[in-house]
């Protein structure tokens, strides 16, 4: 069965792509709003690169109030291991089988529909057991309004 997504698009609001730059295994990522503004979030993606140590990776996406994990979206459920590059994508579609999974996604992480964050809100990224040696970068796809 193919799931419909609800439309969230309104007057007023506009599509934001925001970057995320590469960043050490060992540092978290948080994604926020910010005052006055409020973001629907639509899909994203992280590309992880892990350096030659030993050690199992888990790229980790995760809703936060700006300080306590809300709701954890769960991780990628086979670890990245030593030099290799995995993806992971976030999205509000349901993944209908491994055709869905695009070549340039790994794992997919479905979003709670709708995902909206407000103010101090975030969108955290981290990778579990992450090492200063890993690098991820990516992107992540909103709809922005002012409140």
Do not use: C, H
């Not at 999974?101 to 579990?128: F, H, K, N, Y």
């Not at 992107?139 to 409140?147: G, R, W």
């Amino acid at each position: 069965m193919v799931k419909t997504p609800l439309v969230w698009i309104a007057p007023g609001g506009r599509k934001r792509t925001i970057a995320i730059a590469a960043t050490g295994g060992d540092v978290t990522t948080n994604l926020s709003p910010g005052t006055g503004k409020r973001w629907v979030v639509l899909y994203g993606k992280i590309i992880l690169v892990a350096d030659a140590n030993a050690a199992n990776r888990y790229p980790a996406w995760f809703i936060t109030d700006g300080t306590t994990v809300i709701l954890d979206l769960g991780k990628k459920n086979t670890a990245v291991t030593a030099g290799l590059t995995k993806s992971m994508g976030i999205s509000t579609r349901e993944s209908e089988g491994a055709e869905d999974v695009t070549a340039s996604l790994d794992s997919e992480m479905m979003l709670p529909e709708p995902t909206i964050l407000e103010g101090a809100d975030q969108l955290r990224i981290t990778i579990l057991a992450g090492l200063a040696g890993d690098s991820y970068s990516g992107n992540v796809v909103v709809m922005e309004y002012d409140v």
